[in-house]
């Protein structure tokens, strides 16, 4: 029913469990997980969860927390990785001005890096963007990369709008079910179905009325509900629609 865009359980808040877990997912109704990289060692183990998990595929990529560990080396060790079968994306990448936990100068540079190597291995992105809407949006405009996901979409609609005809989808996880969610409403509200993606983030970003926990897929459904009532659809309906989406995006 469910395809999981974004996911980490490679993260160590899944060590007690991770396996017991993972192995409950299809029974709960979760048919594909997207387990994200945020650095070399995160990206290889994503390509081993999808390796043991029929239906877990892999994305490869650096996060901006991570630019200063990057080198040209590193370009090419995600170069062969992306080479995988199971591995469907180039992300996450993107720009964080949130915590400046890396140089922003070096954030922009391997980010137009990275953008340049999903260009040459034909695969879409997986966007990550805080505090730096603008300046991310401008960065991939700038680029030939026509294809992927904007992660947790925190922006205005008309972004999301400008976004969605450059050929993007918005990646929708569990902040939608908050109180204080207006513009991420109205975002849901504005945009086509057709071109949204469900996440979790898991293990962050846990939607009401599991906000503070321990996030993971099974939550999806309370994302999925929220976006029904948006749009006045059923959720079967929502679920189907991005499902179909994620699949467009990543097969």
């Not at 999981?4 to 048919?31: N, T, V, W």
């Not at 409403?185 to 979790?200: G, M, S, Y």
């Not at 059923?234 to 499902?243: I, L, M, Q, R, W």
Request: charged share 25%.
């Amino acid at each position: 029913m469910y395809f999981e865009s974004h996911a980490h359980y490679d993260d160590k808040r899944f060590q007690e469990d991770r396996e017991k877990l993972i192995e409950l997912l299809p029974s709960c109704g979760i048919d594909y997980v997207v387990n994200v990289g945020c650095d070399e060692k995160s990206s290889k183990t994503s390509i081993r969860l999808a390796e043991k998990y029929d239906f877990f595929y892999a994305a490869v990529g650096v996060h901006p927390h991570s630019a200063e560990e990057m080198s040209s080396q590193t370009i090419e060790e995600l170069r062969r990785l992306s080479a995988h079968p199971k591995v469907v994306a180039i992300g996450e990448i993107g720009l964080d001005f949130y915590y400046d936990f890396s140089p922003r100068e070096l954030q922009r540079f391997w980010f137009r890096q990275q953008l340049r190597l999903a260009e040459s291995v034909n695969k879409p992105v997986i966007i990550h963007s805080r505090d730096a809407a603008q300046e991310t949006f401008d960065i991939i405009q700038s680029s030939n990369v026509r294809t992927g996901v904007i992660h947790c979409y925190s922006g205005s609609w008309q972004m999301a709008e400008d976004y969605v005809k450059m050929g993007f989808y918005i990646g929708i996880g569990g902040v939608i079910t908050f109180s204080n969610a207006k513009k991420l409403v109205e975002v849901v509200d504005r945009i086509p179905l057709e071109k949204i993606l469900i996440e979790t983030d898991s293990p962050y970003l846990a939607p009401n009325p599991n906000r503070g926990k321990r996030n993971d897929s099974r939550n999806l459904e309370f994302v999925v509900k929220k976006i029904a009532e948006i749009k006045n659809l059923t959720p079967e309906y929502v679920a189907k629609v991005t499902s179909d989406n994620a699949k467009s995006l990543f097969f």
